[in-house]
C-alpha cells in the first residue's frame, strides 16, 4: 500500500488548513505524525477503520480532527487554531493489519507535507 500526503502550505497563525491522505488499498488503523525541524516524529492523531475511535496529542486536542473515508481510503487532518509551534513535515501512516487508535507500529508511510505556521 502507498500513500500520499497532500494538503499542506504556508498559513497564518489562527489559521486552518485540511491534511488528506490516500491510500492505494485497504488499510486499517491510520494516523499523523509530524517532524519539525531538530526534532524527531511525534505522534498527533489516529483513528480506527472499525467505528471511527479517534486519539490525539494533548498538544493538538481540541483544535485538530482526525477522520476518515473508508469506501475512498482516504484519510484527512483538519487543523484549526494554528500556531507556528505546529510547524512540521506532517506524516500519514497506516497499519497492513491492524485496527484501532494505534500511537505506533504503522506498517505504512507516506512522503510528508510541509506546513508552516507564521506568528
Known amino acids: 500500500v502507498q500513500l500520499q500526503a497532500f494538503g499542506g502550505g504556508l498559513v497564518q497563525a489562527g489559521g486552518s488548513l485540511r491534511l488528506s491522505c490516500a491510500a492505494s488499498?485497504?488499510?486499517?488503523?491510520m494516523g499523523w505524525f509530524r517532524q519539525a525541524p531538530g526534532k524527531e516524529r511525534e505522534f498527533v492523531a489516529a483513528?480506527?477503520?472499525?467505528?471511527?475511535?479517534?486519539l490525539y496529542a494533548d498538544s493538538v486536542k481540541g483544535r485538530f480532527t482526525i477522520s476518515r473515508d473508508n469506501a475512498k481510503n482516504m484519510v484527512y487532518l483538519q487543523m484549526n487554531s494554528l500556531r507556528p509551534e505546529d510547524t512540521a513535515v506532517y506524516f500519514c501512516?497506516?497499519?497492513?493489519?491492524?485496527?484501532?487508535?494505534?500511537?505506533?507500529?504503522?506498517?505504512?508511510w507516506g512522503q510528508g507535507t510541509q506546513v508552516t505556521v507564521s506568528s
Open positions: 483513528i480506527s477503520r472499525i467505528g471511527g475511535s479517534t
Open positions: 488499498g485497504r488499510t486499517y488503523g
Open positions: 501512516a497506516a497499519a497492513r493489519l491492524r485496527d484501532g487508535v494505534l500511537g505506533s507500529g504503522y506498517d505504512y
